[in-house]
């Protein structure tokens, strides 16, 4: 019995002493998805800052102090995970993906954080939510999808271009775009831009190589941008490989494009018989109306359908294929895809060929390099849009008169005469004048990571965002409108650099358990240039020969040059103690060339808190709630978005003096220029419950933009027009609501929510000078945009003449100066999205809603086709209910030629008349898919088969009275003949090998 006594002392005696010593444990970390090993994992002593991190195989090797017995294991994308040691000397884990982690997991500014930790505004939109949505541009992604985020559509041509505006329109004369950054590329100033139509210059990304999208709303979040962030930004990341077996993807897709509420326009019966009726009503004689427009009362008055002509139903493709994968040490992502859009009207065309590569090599464990490279070319058939132009399509085309033949009996096109559209036959110029852009850019960027301890590493960047555009404009000589010269020819060539680097050290380090440290310091260089040289060329012997080495005259020629330089110093520290409370501060000094000798630096900065409550002990009792969080932010960001010399005092070409050129002062300077800046407060509550059934995110925010970029004028007797300074005041001013829900989930059967809205006020709280009104367009308490005009009262039944109110609010036939008044807004107060998701088994169905409330919009369309009869061209079938008799009740005046009868205003004259509600809810996207079974699938060779049907566009619910309420824009408040979005429907399918 003593010699076990005696045994079992001295084993428990040397196992004292092992471990009271330092022990080595080794092992290896694997993912549970595929058994293969994690590299870069991190393995932490317990209660200690020892760490490691593993090879490229997964493997590790630490040193476990005395008195320590717990490892954790940790990786982004899977759960962390504690292995008591004991006496253990190999420990293999194999980690289990988190997928609230992964769905979490946003990008922020120079680096990357779990949604848990963020403190400022930021919303994210994942790649596979606009997966295989034929669109040409990743911002149109984000229209009614993010909250705080409004986006509309400029035109409805291909490829077109569109308004972003983050929580307001802070800025008077300066930019309001946001910032855009690809993988690290900041695209502010560069991209492609064509003057034969428009072109969207972030249509060279594919959409379907996209990853995320995160939008950075508040200063907190945006901040570590400084003199960019004003206007917030937007962060795209492109998709990366993985490591394992090379997957392969092919989607196809086509479909068709069709014109959505097109006017309806008058026969010639129907304009001849209210253009006599104009002619008689003004004392002229009938019979000069019948010349011109035909006899109403003649039954064989041919009609000829220009609208008709104009209008198609277009065909869409889109092809994708990429493919992906990698092994230990080096990851892959290669893609390329092809787009044609045929547009609505005739001619009207979009090509977009991309590839893409992104590869990253991790030649050591503590190495890494990336390289993302893309390269696109774009084509654009444009058509003249945006205007009351006589060669546009979209003005000109309705108001052709139905009883001109379009074409001769030898299918020739026909004479159009002088007296109305300046004698321009409008399907032969969208036929014959070529309008063309041809875009080749590469956004692409290579970045050196370096791992000098597990908790600090330095990385440095290099992008670039190149672009060249050359634009063609053709007029040949067999439009009458350019014969008599002979036609013209019109090039350019539009170069732009754009490049950016930074240098940045990252460290993040937990003490003791609690408290986890984290921050960045760096510094970033910018630089933009741009080149643009045109000519035009006249006379040209045949229609075929187009480039001006055949022209006959040299008629002009044009170029310019810019540039820009910007340079910062950045930081950010955040600290986090238990999972439970944040705390986040960033300041950025930046110098831009685009501002004055004494005000090139500029300082910003932002502090943001948060507060979890759900993890506080006094929580731990209430089971239906996952997370519960208060955060709060303020910062202030800038603005430098003005042109490149506006500081400067300049000199400009005035022509000749005694036969040499001559120059003179163009421009007054201002030393003092610098930035605007957008001062933002945030208080956000975000909240799961549920089991993740329910997650809701509030944010309450106010922006008040200060020493705006102001062009202010100047006495006449100094030479100049006006001077910019910095003066001024704008307040934004809203609620962000995000709510998503899983509604049921019954056996195979899933119905889930996505909601956002955003209410907002914009206010002008001061301008220069202690003014408190510019003229009509600014008016210190209104928004920055509204109308101001004369207020219409409707058609008197007593006469058909239109009514007016006076500056007492009396009706009146006569209005001037003393009759405007402020009517409303042309800002939206609200909009938002809804999306449904519905599924059973392999079927799923999203049905997604867009809009937006509260603003006025113009339609100065009706000038042309709603002029009661007194114009040239054709009109509006909703103008044959014209006032003809006393006591006709009637929304449509009495005709009279030429415009104004006597005594009254000319029945043109620009009043609420011309303005209705610009909010509108559309029906954005309907989507029916059919995944088939992967076990059906990989019989065929598959890993996965999934068939679409999809619509865009189906249906606008709206009180405006135009086309398209959405083409109206943010700035503009007016639609002219404007290019409206189409109706899309099309078929296609997603292939996995």
């Known amino acids: 019995m003593r010699k076990v006594l005696l045994l079992g002392l001295m084993l428990f005696l040397s196992s004292a002493v092992a471990f009271a010593q330092d022990r080595v444990i080794t092992g290896t970390v694997t993912s549970v998805e595929d058994n293969m090993g994690v590299p870069g994992a991190t393995v932490l002593v317990k209660g200690t800052t020892i760490g490691t991190a593993t090879d490229l195989d997964g493997k590790y090797s630490i040193s476990v102090p005395a008195g320590s017995n717990v490892l954790v294991f940790t990786f982004v994308g899977l759960t962390s995970q504690e292995v008591t040691i004991g006496n253990q000397t190999t420990?293999?884990?194999?980690?289990?993906?988190?997928?609230?982690?992964?769905?979490?997991?946003?990008?922020?500014?120079?680096?990357?954080?779990?949604?848990?930790?963020?403190?400022?505004?930021?919303?994210?939109?994942?790649?596979?939510?606009?997966?295989?949505?034929?669109?040409?541009?990743?911002?149109?992604?984000?229209?009614?999808?993010?909250?705080?985020?409004?986006?509309?559509?400029?035109?409805?041509?291909?490829?077109?271009?569109?308004?972003?505006?983050?929580?307001?329109?802070?800025?008077?004369?300066?930019?309001?775009?946001?910032?855009?950054?690809?993988?690290?590329?900041?695209?502010?100033?560069?991209g492609s831009?064509?003057?034969?139509?428009?072109?969207?210059?972030?249509?060279?990304?594919?959409?379907?190589?996209?990853?995320?999208?995160?939008?950075?709303?508040?200063?907190?979040?945006?901040?570590?941008?400084?003199?960019?962030?004003?206007?917030?930004?937007v962060l795209i990341t492109t998709k990366k490989g993985k490591k394992g077996a090379t997957q392969t993807k092919v989607s196809i897709q086509e479909g068709i494009v069709q014109p959505l509420n097109l006017y309806e326009v008058m026969n010639a019966t129907q304009l001849a018989g209210i253009k006599r009726d104009a002619f008689i009503n003004a004392g002229l004689n009938p019979a000069n109306a019948i010349a011109a427009y035909g006899d109403p009362e003649n039954p064989s008055l041919e009609s000829y359908d220009w609208v008709d002509e104009l209008y198609r139903d277009a065909r869409l493709s889109v092809y994708d294929l990429s493919m992906s994968g990698g092994d230990e040490k080096t990851s892959f992502y290669v893609s390329g895809a092809y787009t044609r859009q045929?547009?609505?009207?005739?001619?009207?065309?979009?090509?977009?060929?991309?590839?893409?590569?992104?590869?990253?090599?991790?030649?050591?464990?503590?190495?890494?390099?990336a390289a993302n490279l893309s390269l696109a070319t774009q084509v654009t058939n444009g058509t003249i849009a945006d205007g009351n132009f006589v060669n546009g399509p979209f003005s000109a085309g309705f108001t052709m008169r139905p009883?001109?033949?379009?074409?001769?009996?030898?299918?020739?096109?026909?004479?159009?005469?002088?007296?109305?559209?300046?004698?321009?036959?409008?399907?032969?110029?969208?036929?014959?004048?070529?309008?063309?852009?041809?875009?080749?850019?590469?956004?692409?960027?290579?970045?050196?990571?370096?791992?000098?301890?597990?908790?600090?590493?330095?990385?440095?960047?290099?992008?670039?965002?190149?672009?060249?555009?050359?634009?063609?404009?053709?007029?040949?000589?067999?439009?009458?409108?350019?014969?008599?010269?002979?036609?013209?020819?019109?090039?350019?060539?539009?170069?732009r650099l754009n490049y950016n680097t930074n240098h940045n050290f990252n460290f993040s380090k937990k003490f003791n358990d609690v408290h986890t440290v984290s921050g960045i310091a760096g510094f970033e260089y910018k630089g933009f240039q741009a080149e643009i040289i045109?000519?035009?060329?006249?006379?040209?012997?045949?229609?075929?020969?187009?480039?001006?080495?055949?022209?006959?005259?040299?008629?002009?020629?044009?170029?310019?040059?810019?540039?820009?330089?910007?340079?910062?110093?950045?930081?950010?520290?955040?600290?986090?103690?238990?999972?439970?409370?944040?705390?986040?501060?960033?300041?950025?000094?930046?110098?831009?060339?685009?501002?004055?000798?004494?005000?090139?630096?500029?300082?910003?900065?932002?502090?943001?808190v948060g507060w979890r409550i759900s993890s506080e002990g006094?929580?731990?009792?209430?089971?239906?709630?996952?997370?519960?969080?208060?955060?709060?932010?303020?910062?202030?960001?800038?603005?430098?978005?003005?042109?490149?010399?506006?500081?400067?005092?300049?000199?400009?070409?005035?022509g000749q003096y005694l036969g040499s050129g001559a120059l003179s002062l163009s421009q007054l300077g201002n030393d003092l220029l610098t930035w605007e800046e957008a001062e933002t407060i945030n208080i956000g509550l975000d909240a799961t419950v549920f089991n993740g059934r329910i997650i809701a995110t509030v944010d309450f925010w106010r922006k008040n933009s200060s020493s705006l970029l102001f062009d202010t004028p100047l006495p006449t007797d100094s030479g100049f027009g006006s001077i910019t300074r910095n003066t001024g005041l704008v307040r934004n001013q809203g609620v962000d609501i995000d709510l998503q829900t899983v509604n049921i989930v019954a056996g195979k059967f899933q119905w889930s929510t996505g909601f956002n809205i955003t209410f907002l006020e914009n206010e002008l709280l001061e301008l220069y000078d202690g003014l408190d009104r510019i003229g009509n367009t600014l008016i210190v308490g209104k928004p920055i945009q509204f109308w101001y005009t004369h207020q219409y009262l409707g058609v008197n039944p007593a006469n058909g003449r239109a009514l007016y109110a006076d500056a007492d609010n009396n009706p009146t036939y006569i209005v001037g100066e003393s009759t405007l008044r402020y009517i409303g807004s042309g800002l939206p107060t609200s909009y938002g999205g809804l999306s449904n998701s519905f599924s059973y088994g392999p079927v799923s169905l999203e049905v997604f809603f867009q809009g937006q409330f509260g603003n006025l919009a113009g339609n100065?369309?009706?000038?042309?086709?709603?002029?009661?009869?007194?114009?040239?061209?054709n009109l509006r079938t909703n103008q044959l209910n014209y006032w003809k008799a006393p006591g006709d009740i009637t929304t449509v005046g009495m005709p009279y030629e030429g415009g104004q009868a006597p005594g009254t205003s000319a029945i043109n004259t620009f009043s609420t008349r011309f303005l209705s509600d610009g909010g509108y809810i559309r029906l954005k996207q309907v989507t029916l898919n059919y995944t088939l079974p992967s076990a059906a699938a990989s019989k065929i060779g598959m890993k996965g088969l999934t068939a679409f049907v999809q619509g865009l566009n189906l249906a606008t619910f709206t009180n405006y009275v135009?086309?398209?309420?959405?083409?109206?824009?943010?700035?503009?408040?007016?639609?002219?003949?404007?290019?409206?979005?189409?109706?899309?429907?099309?078929?296609g399918v997603n292939l996995t090998f």
């Open 403 to 495: 009883n001109q033949p379009i074409y001769n009996e030898d299918g020739t096109f026909a004479p159009y005469p002088s007296a109305h559209n300046f004698g321009y036959n409008i399907v032969q110029g969208v036929y014959q004048e070529i309008r063309k852009g041809v875009a080749v850019q590469t956004v692409s960027n290579l970045q050196l990571n370096y791992q000098i301890t597990p908790w600090l590493s330095w990385t440095s960047y290099f992008g670039v965002d190149f672009s060249d555009t050359r634009d063609q404009n053709n007029r040949p000589s067999t439009i009458p409108a350019f014969s008599s010269y002979g036609g013209s020819s019109f090039f350019q060539d539009d170069r």
């Open 618 to 654: 006094f929580m731990q009792d209430i089971t239906w709630l996952d997370n519960l969080r208060l955060r709060a932010s303020y910062g202030i960001t800038g603005n430098s978005e003005i042109a490149n010399f506006a500081s400067r005092t300049l000199v400009g070409n005035t």
């Open 860 to 873: 100065q369309d009706q000038f042309n086709l709603e002029n009661w009869g007194s114009g040239t061209g």
């Open 342 to 369: 045929e547009g609505q009207i005739i001619q009207s065309q979009y090509e977009r060929l991309t590839g893409r590569l992104n590869i990253t090599h991790r030649p050591s464990t503590k190495f890494t390099i």
């Open 193 to 233: 831009t064509s003057t034969q139509g428009s072109q969207n210059p972030l249509a060279s990304i594919n959409p379907n190589d996209i990853e995320s999208i995160e939008v950075l709303k508040d200063a907190a979040a945006a901040s570590i941008y400084g003199a960019q962030a004003a206007n917030g930004v």
């Open 534 to 608: 045109n000519a035009t060329g006249r006379g040209f012997a045949d229609p075929s020969l187009v480039y001006l080495q055949n022209a006959a005259t040299p008629f002009a020629i044009g170029g310019s040059f810019t540039e820009y330089k910007r340079a910062g110093f950045f930081g950010q520290v955040k600290y986090d103690y238990d999972d439970r409370y944040t705390a986040d501060f960033t300041v950025r000094r930046d110098g831009h060339s685009r501002f004055g000798e004494q005000n090139k630096w500029g300082t910003f900065g932002a502090a943001s």
């Open 962 to 987: 135009g086309q398209d309420p959405e083409v109206v824009g943010i700035s503009n408040l007016v639609s002219i003949g404007r290019y409206p979005n189409p109706r899309q429907f099309s078929a």
């Open 91 to 190: 420990i293999n884990v194999a980690l289990q993906p988190d997928v609230q982690s992964l769905s979490e997991f946003v990008i922020t500014s120079y680096g990357d954080q779990s949604k848990r930790e963020i403190t400022g505004a930021i919303s994210s939109v994942k790649g596979e939510v606009f997966a295989n949505l034929p669109m040409q541009s990743f911002d149109r992604a984000m229209q009614g999808r993010i909250a705080g985020v409004q986006v509309t559509s400029t035109t409805g041509q291909p490829g077109g271009a569109l308004n972003v505006r983050i929580r307001g329109v802070g800025s008077v004369n300066a930019g309001n775009d946001p910032l855009y950054i690809v993988d690290g590329v900041q695209l502010g100033g560069g």
